[in-house]
């Protein structure tokens, strides 16, 4: 059986159009909604691997999806190396603020006890795994060390990462530091969820763009190629998608940096240039504007349009360019995946 996603992504000849949506699994859908409330919670249902299995496989239940991705959290890594993590409701993710030596001295590098703490993550990718049809792909996934830190550092969800920024400026000591330990963690973690089953690893580097210079080398390209280097000389056939969302231009140095199989785009990059200068390089996967699908009809036609054109199928993943929002009608997703559909069909 073909798995259109895997295959673009191992340079196969695919003949359709691997899509997926990133956050697909999530609060715009009402039985999400209902699986959440009966875990008690956004961390419970992270940590019960049959009702994260369930909220994974529903969006496919729903749409033509080509791949499913975990139910989880980057934010599970920081909490499992002993960073208190609580999610609050409309507040968004808190955790203990790390800026010091020893706050970073504090946090765990035991992996045996980290993989303890995560074993219900891993168990949950095993189920997906045997859940899913043949031609569907399972992606596992992580935060980069740079988003993730920024996180810790500011305790929570913040405007402008002004705290993170300052310490990387600054040079100090205890940022590396925090980053090697996060490099450590999230292969370890990746590695995992490889072996539970996981075809496809994505990482998610949020707030790349908060970086510029040698700190968008030191904090953002030579940690992901670090833990690419890692999964590949262990997993030599799984595919890594880098998300360095919003570093712009600085998408080709990405690449060529870390060496990652496809690059995830956000909206503002154009895609006539992300044809020109990344598709010889590598898959690209986005980058519909998440508030297109809000709007549905022919705004989001005309958006959508313009994506499948300018990308070809086998060089391309059709994605959002973020996170798809809570706002957003389940009935424009179907829309959503019909205008691709019928694109690549030939048709309108
Ligand atoms: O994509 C998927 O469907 C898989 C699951 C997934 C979640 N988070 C579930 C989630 C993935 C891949 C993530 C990644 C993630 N988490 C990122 C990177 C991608 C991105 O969006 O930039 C980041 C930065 C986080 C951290 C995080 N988790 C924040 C800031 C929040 C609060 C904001 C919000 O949307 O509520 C979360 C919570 C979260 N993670 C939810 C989901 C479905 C909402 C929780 C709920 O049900 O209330």
Not at 172 to 181: R, V
Not at 193 to 219: H, R
């Amino acid at each position: 059986m073909n798995k259109p996603l895997l295959d673009t992504l191992q340079g196969k000849q695919v003949t359709k159009r691997p899509t997926w949506l990133m956050r697909q699994a999530g609060r715009y859908l009402p039985e999400y909604r209902e699986v959440r409330a009966q875990a008690g919670g956004f961390l419970n249902l992270c940590y019960t691997p049959d009702l994260a299995c369930e909220v994974t496989l529903q969006p496919l239940r729903r749409y033509d999806l080509d791949a499913a991705i975990l139910f989880a959290d980057i934010l599970l890594i920081p909490q499992a190396m002993g960073c208190p993590l609580a999610f609050k409701e409309n507040e968004g993710p808190v955790l203990g603020k790390i800026r010091s030596s020893d706050d970073v001295r504090a946090l765990s590098s035991d992996i045996g006890k980290l993989n303890e703490t995560l074993s219900p993550v891993y168990d949950a990718v095993s189920l997906i795994s045997k859940g899913l049809s043949a031609d569907k792909t399972l992606i596992g996934f992580c935060g980069a060390p740079w988003t993730v830190a920024t996180y810790m550092i500011e305790g929570g969800t913040s405007a402008e990462r002004a705290n993170s920024r300052l310490a990387a400026f600054a040079g100090e000591a205890w940022i590396d530091d925090l980053i090697e330990k996060l490099v450590e963690s999230s292969v370890e973690y990746l590695g995992c969820q490889i072996e539970a089953g996981a075809e496809v690893v994505q990482i998610f580097d949020t707030w790349a763009g908060d970086l510029s210079g040698a700190l968008l080398e030191k904090y953002c390209f030579s940690p992901i190629g670090r833990m690419r280097s890692e999964l590949k000389r262990r997993w030599p056939d799984v595919p890594v998608i880098g998300f360095a969302r919003g570093v712009g231009v600085s998408q080709t140095d990405f690449v060529e940096a870390t060496g990652v199989d496809a690059a995830g785009i956000e909206w503002p990059v154009n895609t006539s240039w992300a044809r020109d200068n990344l598709v010889p390089k590598c898959v690209v996967q986005g980058n519909l504007d998440p508030l297109a699908v809000i709007a549905g009809g022919d705004g989001m036609r005309t958006a959508v349009e313009r994506i499948l054109t300018d990308l070809p199928i086998g060089r391309h993943i059709f994605n959002l360019g973020h996170g798809i929002r809570k706002e957003t009608p389940p009935e424009h997703v179907s829309d959503l995946i019909d205008m691709i559909r019928a694109h690549d069909a030939g048709g309108s």
